[in-house]
């Protein structure tokens, strides 16, 4: 199954509509995971970490660079990086850089 099937699955998006959306992010999320991985290929468990990206970019679609949102008594925080578990992920695959 390809990435983009595999995050619509999550998704639960049948139809076509948010496909270009979806590449974007995934491909955001693929560059993103080499540079900070400081690797050049993508590995299947890499691979699955672009795709929770993706899915975890899509679902704060709109939501960017808020912090908190408040409407009378109720309020909502929201994330302004990736959640720790993520990194912690990553960095299990990152490799150092030498210049």
């Known amino acids: 199954m390809s990435q983009l099937q595999n995050v ?7 139809d076509t509509t948010e496909d270009g959306v979806l590449s974007l992010y995934l491909s955001r999320a693929a560059n993103f995971v080499l540079s900070y991985c400081n690797v050049e290929d993508l590995t299947p468990s890499l691979e699955e970490i672009v795709e929770d990206i993706a899915v975890y970019s899509y679902r704060n679609k709109g939501i960017e660079n808020v912090k908190s949102e408040t409407k009378g008594s109720l309020g909502e925080s929201y994330h302004e990086r990736l959640p720790d578990d993520y990194y912690g992920r990553l960095n299990r695959h990152r490799r150092m850089k030498f210049v």
Do not use: G, N
Not at 8 to 14: A, D, N
């Open 8 to 14: 619509k699955l999550i998704l639960e998006l049948s």
